[in-house]
Nanobody, 115 residues
Framework: QVQLVESGGGLVQAGGSLRLSCAAS????????MGWYRQVPGKQRELVAT???????DYADSGKGRFTISRENAKNTVYLQMNSLKPEDTAVYFC?????????WGQGTQVTVSS
C-alpha cells in the first residue's frame, strides 16, 4: 500500500509564496516520477510540474519562472515552491507518484490566492 500525504496549502495574497510538501510511504520499490497537478471545479486536472528520480524536471508554462519543484529521494518527498502567486493559481493541488506501472495520488491540498 502506498500513501501520499500533502501539506503546505492555504490562503495567501497575490504576490505571496507557498511551499507544498508531499511525503510518500509504503512500498516505494520502482518509484520514479513525482510531481504536482492541480484542479479547479469543472475543469480537468492539469500538470504543474514533475521531477524524475534523477532530478529531471518538467513544468507547465503557467508556472515557469515562478514555481520550483524539488525532491529528497531518501525521504520519498517532493516539494513545490510557489512564488509570485496569482489568483489564477487557486486550485486543489494533488501530489503524484509513479511507482512501477501505477500512478498514486494524494488527497489534495487547497491553495487559495486572493487578489
Amino acid at each position: 500500500q502506498v500513501q501520499l500525504v500533502e501539506s503546505g496549502g492555504g490562503l495567501v495574497q497575490a504576490g505571496g509564496s507557498l511551499r507544498l510538501s508531499c511525503a510518500a510511504s509504503g512500498n516505494m520499490f520502482g518509484i520514479n516520477i513525482m510531481g504536482w497537478y492541480r484542479q479547479v471545479p469543472g475543469k480537468q486536472r492539469e500538470l504543474v510540474a514533475t521531477i524524475s528520480r534523477a532530478g529531471n524536471t518538467d513544468y507547465a508554462d503557467s508556472g515557469k519562472g515562478r514555481f520550483t519543484i524539488s525532491r529528497e529521494n531518501a525521504k520519498n518527498t517532493v516539494y513545490l515552491q510557489m512564488n509570485s502567486l496569482k489568483p489564477e493559481d487557486t486550485a486543489v493541488y494533488f501530489c503524484l507518484a509513479k511507482i512501477g506501472w501505477r500512478d498514486y495520488w494524494g488527497q489534495g491540498t487547497q491553495v487559495t490566492v486572493s487578489s
